[in-house]
């Protein structure tokens, strides 16, 4: 389970994050951060960024330049899928930048290096956590109401299935461990460890260890399902449900920590109706200092490329003013809480799903789309009582191209759910709809279980379930926007905190993603996923300068960011009838630049167009 929450700079990392390799990630961090504390003027989180688009400030693109350019071998080398090499200083200092901006400062050089490889593999501070109470105590986060709330005390009695690969053993312990001492006896019936073929043989050992001594104290408590090739943590979640006898089953990942009462009230919910879909409330583990960061109430939801999201809990649930309540969630971060036999009955998770990523929105959507009068439809719910802590990785274990599995889990979901709205998710991965040489795997099985439950279309999930979710369906064509000066440069957005379009060496990744609408803008970088994150950024003829503001803001100031295009043609600005073009530049390093200025009949190009338009 993946989802972080960022302030409004790093939604723009996590975007970014989320088409590239774990060091990768680390060192786009980096220098975001970098640049923005080199950079007073700009406001990190807040939405009152300034629009300092008037003032061209030559310099400071030049530096942004630079930097991209000295990362532009690490994009070269994830683009052809080689890992860095060994001792790569850029990857080593900005591992150790992330690991000990908060924490460390009084190691020897020593214990620094044992702590640096051990994060380096885990993605936090294993080094700290060997160190820590296995038993420690957590805050009680829990909102006002919680603890007054008295519950039955005949509750159904719940399997805990913990998946983990290659995780810190004492990081698995104590998430068994505050498992076994928050939940009442009497409801938690045995602990499923699904080890996804962990090739660490110490770790295995270790818990095999735990795991016989504690079972000589209490016969069968713990079971541990090992896999002897790696499945993924999606049909980790299905073995582990196998294994499991309890009436309800708990999915959950194996760095985790309970705290007080967190069962009673999911338990509860699935009691009074056996087709409610629970998760927890969130909060944070720091990869780092391992501190407990406290997260708002969220519902759990997705964006257009299918990785998760917390949201704000929908108005109806604030206008109850009763904290306690729970929140209709659209779907899932990834664990959660259901009746084990209902939850065969809908069809468990997507087996044919790779790796990581996906099955949460899947089930999300297959849940609520269930026809009501031919099988219990059933819901979403996070129940703000129930508090559980989880360690956001600063980077993932599992394999190099992460991002690729996810993408696959992805277009598998929106092949099986989501009818003519497919085309978003082909749309947010930058992919083309047909031919796109991606294999998905056989959906035929997930297709007839969509059949089989008399599910609902994907616009009534919309509409009634996920309001919130924007839609794109002016867009006419998408991809990269080439030129035919330079067809190896991309138009890209450049850093998020700035306005200013450049071009790059293509990558294909987030921020060169371009858009064209039927209302003829075009839309640079990511697509904003909810009517709540209103960032979509277009491009607007500002005083004869090419900037990227938000298109809502552009649109309401009616400044000129209507563009003909045609494929194989000019862009060309409605209002001004100026071109957007190349310029030879000799203070950029790819000896070209944006410029808007009379056409001179230059030639661009965008990858996809969708099926039924002409361009
Ligand atoms: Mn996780």
Not at 418 to 432: I, T
Not at 462 to 479: F, H, Q, V, W
Not at 496 to 506: A, E, F, G, Q, W
Not at 588 to 594: E, F, I
């Amino acid at each position: 389970m993946a989802c972080t929450r960022r302030t409004k700079t790093l939604v723009s990392t996590c975007v970014i994050l989320s088409g590239m390799t774990n060091i990768l990630c680390l060192l786009y961090v980096g220098w975001i951060t970098n640049y923005v504390s080199n950079n007073g003027n700009v406001k990190v989180a807040g939405r009152t960024r300034e629009k300092k688009f008037d003032d061209d400030n030559r310099g400071e693109t030049l530096k942004i330049i630079e930097r991209l350019d000295r990362l532009e071998s690490v994009v070269n080398q994830h683009i052809q899928e080689k890992p860095l090499k060994d001792g790569d200083d850029t990857a080593d200092q900005s591992l150790s930048d992330s690991l000990f901006a908060h924490w460390g400062h009084d190691l020897g050089p020593e214990s620094r290096k044992v702590a640096l490889k051990k994060f380096q593999y885990y993605g936090y501070n294993s080094y700290l956590s060997d160190r820590l109470s296995l038993d420690r105590a957590i805050p009680d986060l829990r909102p006002d109401g919680c603890r007054n709330i008295s519950y039955p005390s005949s509750l159904p009695q719940v399997s805990i299935i913990f998946i983990f690969v290659n995780e810190a053993l004492s990081v698995i312990l104590r998430s068994v461990h505050s498992v076994i001492h928050w939940t009442p006896s009497h409801l938690l019936k045995e602990i499923i460890l699904v080890d996804d073929n962990s090739n660490n043989a110490e770790l295995s050992e270790h818990l095999q260890r735990f795991v016989d001594e504690t079972n000589q104290q209490r016969p069968d408590f713990i079971k541990v399902v090992r896999h002897d090739r790696q499945e993924g943590l999606i049909r980790s979640r299905v073995s582990g449900w196998r294994a499991a006898t309890a009436p309800v089953v708990a999915l959950f990942d194996a760095h985790v920590e309970f705290s007080v009462g967190w069962a009673e009230p999911i338990l509860h919910r699935i009691k009074e109706d056996r087709t409610r879909v629970v998760s927890p409330s969130f909060d944070n583990i720091k990869y780092d200092t391992f501190e407990i960061e406290e997260y708002p109430l969220s519902a759990q939801g997705f964006d257009w490329e299918l990785w998760c999201r917390y949201l704000n809990p929908p108005k109806s649930w604030w206008t109850q003013k009763n904290q306690t309540a729970p929140i209709r969630s659209p779907a899932l971060i990834g664990c959660f809480v259901v009746d084990r036999e209902y939850f065969r009955e809908i069809g468990l998770l997507d087996e044919g799903m790779e790796v990581y990523g996906g099955e949460n929105v899947e089930l999300g959507i297959r849940v609520r789309e269930i026809h009501p009068v031919w099988l219990c439809g059933g819901s979403v719910e996070v129940m703000p009582c129930s508090r559980i802590a989880h360690i956001e990785r600063a980077h993932k274990p599992y394999t190099e191209d992460l991002a690729n599995h996810v993408r696959r889990n992805a277009l598998r979901v929106a092949e099986v759910w989501m009818d003519e709205f497919k085309s978003h998710v082909y749309m947010a991965w930058n992919v083309p709809q047909q031919d796109s040489g991606i294999d998905i795997g056989d959906i035929r099985e997930r297709k007839a279980l969509r059949e089989r439950l008399r599910c609902k279309p994907f616009s009534w999930f919309l509409k009634n379930i996920y309001s919130e979710m924007r839609t794109y369906t002016e867009t006419i064509a998408y991809g990269v926007l080439r030129n035919s000066l330079r067809p190896d440069l991309c138009v890209d957005q450049g850093p998020h905190s700035d306005n200013i379009p450049i071009l790059y060496i293509c990558h294909g990744l987030t921020p060169q993603n371009v858009y064209y609408t039927s209302s003829q803008q075009l839309h640079v970088g990511g697509l904003s996923p909810t009517i709540d994150d209103d960032d979509n950024k277009c491009l607007v003829d500002v005083n004869g300068r090419p900037r990227l503001l938000e298109c809502s803001y552009a649109s309401n100031k009616h400044m000129k960011l209507s563009w003909l295009f045609t494929q194989g043609g000019s862009i060309e600005n409605r209002k001004s009838k100026h071109c957007l073009e190349l310029v030879e530049s000799t203070q950029v390093d790819h000896g070209y630049q944006l410029a808007l200025q009379q056409c001179s009949s230059q030639k661009w190009t965008i990858t996809n167009i969708l099926p039924g338009n002409v361009l």
